[in-house]
């Protein structure tokens, strides 16, 4: 298994530029979900699904949006990147959304100009 | 709002040396509280704490968890230069589908 694959690996954009960060799991998991990494802030919860077709809001979605349309892949668009927006974004995906079998993927560093 | 807090944000220390992380939280349909490990890298999963005062051991790792007073700690003894990582406290509420609260973690460099 692959695991938890996220490309790209790193980004530039400039502001007001549109993109979407690729997240996809082989293990079939139902629960997949996306953080951004900020200094002296954790993780914090973006966007989350708990299965195919269900998608629902984290801590902080504004900026972001998700689809689910299969089990395997959760991508993130950003469809106006802005200077706040630069971030280490890591997918993550589990079983059952339990947080002991919660597998990340290795992240992807972006950076908005 | 939930919220998880971790202290100190970071220590220096030399090898053989124990530490102590600290985590304390305020949430909401508290379900567990869990502990990982970040080397520059993506979280790796060190423990999972449900019931207060049992103590999750791995090797030179262990945790305990106090619900009553809403905080957990993690200790390291004997340090070694691979424990240097940044240390994350997660709290898993029943509020984004059960989905975790990070604290904003603990820089930890053990110096040779």
């Known amino acids: 298994n692959a695991g938890v694959t996220q490309t790209p690996k790193f980004q530039v954009l400039k502001t007001g530029q549109s993109m979407t960060l690729q997240c996809a799991q082989d293990?079939?998991?139902?629960?997949m979900s996306w953080y951004r990494q900020d200094p002296g802030m954790g993780l914090r919860l973006i966007h989350y699904s708990v299965g195919a077709g269900i998608t629902d809001q984290g801590e902080v979605p504004n900026g972001y949006n998700v689809s689910r349309s299969t089990t395997e892949d959760f991508p993130l668009r950003l469809l106006s990147a802005a200077p706040s927006q630069t971030s280490v974004y890591f997918c993550?995906?589990?079983?059952?959304?339990?947080?002991?079998?919660?597998?990340f993927g290795p992240g992807t560093r972006l950076t908005v100009l | 709002e939930d919220k998880v807090v971790q202290s100190p944000l970071s220590l220096v220390v030399h090898e053989g040396d124990t530490v102590t992380l600290n985590c304390s939280y305020e949430?909401?349909?508290?379900?567990?509280l869990l502990w990982y490990k970040q080397e520059k890298k993506a979280p790796t999963f060190l423990f999972m704490l449900?019931?207060?005062?049992i103590e999750k051991k791995s090797g030179r790792l262990s945790s305990i968890l106090d619900k009553k007073e809403l905080f957990s700690i993690l200790n390291i003894t004997a340090t070694q230069t691979g424990d240097s990582a940044v240390y994350l406290c997660a709290v898993e509420a029943v509020k984004y589908g059960n989905k975790l609260v990070f604290g904003a973690g603990t820089i930890l460099r053990v110096k040779s």
């Open positions: 293990m079939n998991h139902e629960y």
């Open positions: 993550a995906s589990s079983l059952q959304g339990d947080g002991d079998t919660q597998y």
């Open positions: 949430v909401t349909n508290f379900r567990s």
């Open positions: 449900t019931s207060s005062g």
